[in-house]
T-cell receptor
C-alpha cells in the first residue's frame, strides 16, 4: 500500500530533551515536507526537500532541523523542544510536482511540557 | 505571498442538506486541490483541477475551478454524517513547482 508513515503517533516530552519524529514513504517520491497544524493557524510548512541532500526552509523553520540522506526518509529533529512546539505534525510527499497532490502521513501529536 | 481564503470557517448542517464552500485568492494558481481531513488524521486528497472553468464530480461532491484560476468551490449534495471533516483547499503556484499554498479550511459538521 502506498503510504507515508510517521512515528510516533503521540509523544509527550519535557522541555529541552532532543527528539526525532521519523517519516518514511514507499512511493519513490522526490518531494517531502513537514507541516505543523495549530488551531486557527492552519497548516504551516516547516521544511521541505526536493530530493536527496536538498532541503530548504518553509515558513516556520526555527527550532527544527531535517535531513534527507535517503529518498524515502525525511526525519524531523527538535534539538531542544519548547512548549510552543506543542502541535500536530504532518509529513507529506509528492511525485514530480505539487500538481499531483500530496500524500500525508497520519500525524504526530507532540506535547512539550 | 499567495493566500487562499476559505469560507465559511465553520458549517453545521442537517443530514440531507446541500452546501457549498469557497476558496478564493487574488493570485492565479496552476492547479487547485481539495483535501478532507478527519480529526487526528492527515489530509486526504479528494481532487485536483488544473484548467480554468473545469468541473469535476466525485459522487455527491462537485468541484469547480474558476475561469481565471483564482478561486474554487466545493458543492456537496445531500450531505451525510460521513462527510463531516475539515475541508482544505490548496493551490499550486506553477508548472514544475513542488510547493502548495493551503487555506485554513472549512470545518463541516453534518448532523444526523
Amino acid at each position: 500500500e502506498a503510504q507515508v508513515t510517521q512515528n510516533p503517533r503521540y509523544l509527550i516530552t519535557v522541555t529541552g530533551k532532543k527528539l526525532t519524529v521519523t517519516c518514511s514513504q514507499n512511493m519513490n517520491h522526490e518531494y517531502m515536507s513537514w507541516y505543523r497544524q495549530d488551531p486557527g493557524l492552519g497548516l504551516r510548512q516547516i521544511y521541505y526537500s526536493m530530493n536527496v541532500e536538498v532541503t530548504d526552509k518553509g515558513d516556520v523553520p526555527e527550532g527544527y532541523k531535517v535531513s534527507r540522506k535517503e529518498k524515502r526518509n525525511f526525519p524531523l529533529i527538535l534539538e531542544s523542544p519548547s512548549p510552543n512546539q506543542t502541535s500536530l505534525y504532518f509529513c507529506a510527499s509528492a511525485p514530480g510536482t505539487a500538481n499531483y497532490g500530496y500524500t500525508f502521513g497520519s500525524g504526530t501529536r507532540l506535547t512539550v511540557v | 505571498t499567495q493566500l487562499l481564503e476559505q469560507s465559511p470557517q465553520f458549517l453545521s448542517i442537517q443530514e440531507g442538506e446541500n452546501l457549498t464552500v469557497y476558496c478564493n485568492s487574488s493570485s492565479v494558481f496552476s492547479s487547485l486541490q481539495w483535501y478532507r481531513q478527519e480529526p487526528g488524521e492527515g489530509p486526504v486528497l479528494l481532487v485536483t483541477v488544473v484548467t480554468g472553468g473545469e468541473v469535476k464530480k466525485l459522487k455527491r461532491l462537485t468541484f469547480q475551478f474558476g475561469d481565471a484560476r483564482k478561486d474554487s468551490s466545493l458543492h456537496i449534495t445531500a450531505a451525510q454524517p460521513g462527510d463531516t471533516g475539515l475541508y482544505l483547499c490548496a493551490g499550486g503556484s506553477g508548472a514544475g513547482s513542488y510547493q502548495l499554498t493551503f487555506g485554513k479550511g472549512t470545518k463541516l459538521s453534518v448532523i444526523p
